[in-house]
């Protein structure tokens, strides 16, 4: 029997057939829980607490009117609710709903525990090695642009 090694891809081809794969599996997730793959992304960073429209801007990479519809599509579904800004009364932070909640923890679950699976093969210092790498490419990104994909202070592993 004659087996060949594939080819080892590129680094750019690589990342990129990685973030088809994760948005694929944000996509079947999604479908799962009745949501599209925006709403489970507003979901999950709602995971934290209450974030106000402009965060969500930066961190969903949407125009202001492209995230009004998304969380007013999120708002009359009961997912989300506006609530006012104690800092700024002009302002409204969004925050989830019971039923926003619920639903936000099974869809981040399920992306983490298929992203898991997808990585299971790997030994612990790949993933390691693997982690590190990419955490240096978004500091690096926010270094360069002054956005950060997901805000520091809120980020955790609970969170996709």
Known sequence: MVTTKQPVL??????????????????EVSREHDLTPQQAQLLCLLTGGPVGMTELTRSLHLEKSSLTGLVDRAERRGLVV?????????????????DGARIAVKAHDGVAERLDAL??????????????????????????????????????????
């Open 82 to 98: 506006r609530t006012r800004d104690v800092r700024d009364r002009r302002a409204c932070l969004i925050e989830l709903t019971c």
């Open 119 to 160: 990585a299971g093969g790997l030994p612990p210092e790949h993933r390691e090695l693997l982690a590190g790498a990419i955490d240096g490419i978004l500091a690096e990104h926010t270094a360069l642009t002054g956005m950060v994909w997901l805000p520091e202070e809120r980020d955790a592993d609970r969170r996709t």
């Open 10 to 27: 590129g680094f750019t081809e690589a990342l990129v057939r990685l973030a088809h794969l994760v948005e694929a599996v944000f996509g």
